[in-house]
Structures are given as C-alpha cells and as structure tokens.
C-alpha cells in the first residue's frame, strides 16, 4: 500500500510562508497527490491536487518533483485562522485489489501572533 | 459538506449494544468511505464502497459492519464487538476520478 509521511507538526509566525512536505515513495504511476486541511471537529477540506509539476489555485501551491515520490504543500503569508491540521492523500490498491484512499497521520500546523 | 449528511451529530452506546450511523449523499458519487478519528490521531479507514451492493474492509473494520443497498446510502452499524468505540467518525464519497473525497459533518460516538 501506499503511504505517505510528513512531519507531525510545524510552527510559523503570522505572515510568513509554509512549506508542508509529503513523502510518498511508493505512488503509483496514475495517482494523484491530494491535499486536506482539517479543524477540530469537522470532516478534512479540499485544498489542492496534482499529478506532476505545479499547480496554484486561490488558496495554496503545490510542488511535484519529477520522480512523485514527494510534493510540498505551500501556503503564503499565513494567518491565525490557518491552524490546522494538513493532510496529503495518496490512493492505493489493498491486497484485495480494490481501489482506497488511506490517510497518513498529517501535520499539526500551528500559526503564532 | 453541502451534499454528504450524517446523522446523528452526537451518539451515546451503551454496553452491549449495536448502534447505526447514517450516512446520506446527494452528490451521484460511486465511493463511499466510512473513517474512525480518535483524539490527536488522523483518519484511519474503516469500510469503503466502490459500487452499490459492494464494499470492502478497511485497515480498522473488526467491530463494524456496512451496507450498500442504494448508492445514496453507506450506514455504519458500531457493534457490540468494538469495544472502544468512542472516536469521531467520518464519512466521505469520492468523485469520478476516485481521488478527491468528500466529507460530512461527523458523529461523534461516546460510550455511556
């Protein structure tokens, strides 16, 4: 199966840029990477996807090397209400053979005043 | 989200008893997944469904049980055989290309 790692947590200042790095060695050659944000209590938020290279939408940046085997998420200029927990998503086959989305163990990002 | 509703939001089991988490979309998604999240820890996955009438164990699926009888509808019954199940459980569909998910609001599940 597939899995992912990242660091379990980061602290930034208000303002300043985050990089937020997924490893996944063992991606398949027809997944995409996903990105989640999640807050307490509530179900994980889309936030970016990509396959290769990079892709830039309202919210965040996100880095794919030419091998797959990582991809950093990159928020500019965070703010407070950017605490939260991010997650990347890598699809994987089980032994059965089926199709299933499994979650890593994502990063606690904290913003500090 | 707008189109995944679960009920209830909050859920108190007693010993021995099986309880049934209801998980509803409105989105046509084909897959549908069921996750369990304990304090601090991420999502682990329970059962998922690719098709109706179709479901496969996730990493986490002794002491639960699903169905797939419509394709609107992924309830997920807690039984008596999960002996810890107070977690926070979640549940997403996921669109077309099966790598975006999805997700309801939650049930937090405690144990009386």
């Known amino acids: 199966l597939a899995k992912t790692t990242q660091p379990i947590s980061m602290d930034s200042y208000e303002g300043q840029e985050v990089n937020i790095t997924c490893s996944h060695n063992?991606?398949?050659?027809?997944?995409?990477i996903t990105w989640y944000q999640q807050f307490p209590s509530q179900g994980p938020r889309f936030i970016i996807q990509?396959?290769?290279t990079k892709v830039t939408n309202e919210v965040a940046s996100l880095f794919i090397p030419a091998d797959r085997k990582s991809s950093t998420l990159s928020l500019p200029r965070v703010s407070l209400s950017d605490t939260a927990v991010y997650y990347c998503?890598?699809?994987?086959?089980?032994?059965?053979?089926?199709?299933?989305?499994?979650f890593g163990k994502g990063t606690k990002l904290s913003v500090i005043p | 989200d707008g189109g995944i509703t679960q009920s209830p939001k909050y859920l108190f089991r007693k010993e021995g008893q099986n309880v049934t988490l209801s998980c509803e979309q409105n989105?046509?998604?084909?897959?549908m997944y069921w996750y369990r999240q304990d304090p601090g820890q991420g999502l682990r996955l329970i059962y998922y469904?690719?098709?109706?009438?179709?479901?496969q164990k996730g990493d986490i699926a002794e002491g639960y049980s699903v169905s797939r009888e419509k394709k609107e509808s992924f309830p997920l019954t807690v039984t008596s055989a999960q002996k810890n199940p107070t977690a926070f459980y979640l549940c997403?569909?996921?669109?077309?290309?099966?790598?975006?998910?999805?997700f309801g609001s939650g049930t937090q599940l405690s144990v009386l």
């Open positions: 989105l046509n998604h084909d897959a």
């Open positions: 990509g396959y290769k």
């Open positions: 997403a569909t996921a669109d077309a290309t099966n790598e975006k998910l999805f």
């Open positions: 063992n991606i398949a050659t027809n997944d995409y």
């Open positions: 469904s690719q098709i109706v009438n179709d479901f």
């Open positions: 998503l890598v699809g994987s086959y089980s032994g059965a053979g089926s199709y299933q989305l499994t």
